[in-house]
C-alpha cells in the first residue's frame, strides 16, 4: 500500500469540502468545512494504522518469524532437514547450521538419532556423538561424552547448571563445557566442577 496516496485523498476531500463551505449561501458553513475535515482525519488515522499493521506484516513475512513455536523449529520458527539412519529428520535451523558447521554427517556427531525434542523453552536434539541443544535465545551448543552424561545425571538444562553457553572444548588431558550456572570437566579420566 502506498502511504502517501492514502493519505493524500483524506487531505483532497477536506480541501473540497472547504471550496464547498466557501461557496455556500448557508448559514451552517463553519459546521460543515468542520465535519468534513473531521472525516479527512478519521480517514487519515485509518489509513495509517492500515500501513502500520500491513508493514507489520510484511516485516514479519520476510524475517520468516512466527509468533507461534513448535517442536522441532527454531527461535524464529525456521527448519532444515538432515539426513538420518531412515531418512531426513527436520530439525531447527540453528541445529542444521551447527551440525555443518561440525563436519555434518562425515563430523563426529554422526547421525540424529531421532527426532527434536523440546525441553523447557528450549530444544535438544541427539546424535550418534552428542547432543545439541538449543538456548530460549536460539544459541545452538554442543555436549558430548562422559560430560553430556553428568550433565544428564543431573537433569540437563532444567537443573542448577541451565543452559550450555559454549561448545564443549578439549582442555589438557580431556574437556571441559560451561554453562549457565558453571562447569563440568572430565579430565584425566576424573569429573570435575
Do not use: K, M
Given at each position: 500500500m502506498n502511504v502517501k496516496k492514502t493519505l493524500a485523498y483524506p487531505a483532497i476531500v477536506g480541501m473540497l469540502a472547504l471550496s464547498v463551505a466557501?461557496?455556500?449561501?448557508?448559514?451552517?458553513?463553519?459546521?460543515?468545512?468542520?465535519?468534513?475535515?473531521?472525516?479527512?482525519t478519521s480517514a487519515a488515522?485509518?489509513?495509517?494504522?492500515?500501513?502500520?499493521?500491513?508493514?507489520?506484516?510484511?516485516?514479519?513475512?520476510?524475517?520468516?518469524?512466527?509468533?507461534?513455536?513448535?517442536?522441532?523449529?527454531?527461535?524464529?520458527?525456521?527448519?532444515?532437514?538432515?539426513?538420518?539412519?531412515d531418512g531426513p529428520v527436520e530439525v531447527p535451523k540453528t541445529v542444521a547450521d551447527k551440525y555443518e558447521e561440525l563436519g555434518g554427517k562425515t563430523g563426529y556427531l554422526g547421525a540424529p538419532t531421532g527426532?527434536?525434542?523440546?525441553?523447557?523453552?528450549?530444544?535438544?536434539?541427539?546424535?550418534?556423538?552428542?547432543?545439541?541443544?538449543?538456548?530460549?535465545?536460539?544459541?545452538?551448543y554442543v555436549v558430548q561424552g562422559k560430560i553430556l552424561e553428568r550433565y544428564e545425571e543431573q537433569g540437563g538444562p532444567e537443573s542448577e547448571l541451565g543452559w550450555p553457553t559454549a561448545d564443549e572444548k578439549p582442555q589438557e588431558g580431556g574437556w571441559i563445557s560451561t554453562f549457565q550456572n558453571g562447569n563440568i570437566t572430565f579430565v584425566n579420566g576424573e569429573y570435575g566442577e
Open positions: 466557501a461557496c455556500s449561501d448557508d448559514n451552517d458553513v463553519a459546521g460543515q468545512a468542520g465535519d468534513a475535515a473531521n472525516q479527512a488515522g485509518e489509513a495509517g494504522a492500515s500501513a502500520t499493521e500491513a508493514a507489520g506484516d510484511a516485516a514479519a513475512s520476510a524475517t520468516g518469524s512466527d509468533s507461534e513455536g513448535g517442536e522441532g523449529e527454531g527461535a524464529n520458527g525456521e527448519t532444515a532437514e538432515i539426513e538420518g539412519p527426532e527434536t525434542q523440546t525441553v523447557g523453552e528450549g530444544q535438544r536434539q541427539d546424535f550418534d556423538g552428542g547432543t545439541i541443544f538449543v538456548d530460549p535465545e536460539g544459541n545452538a
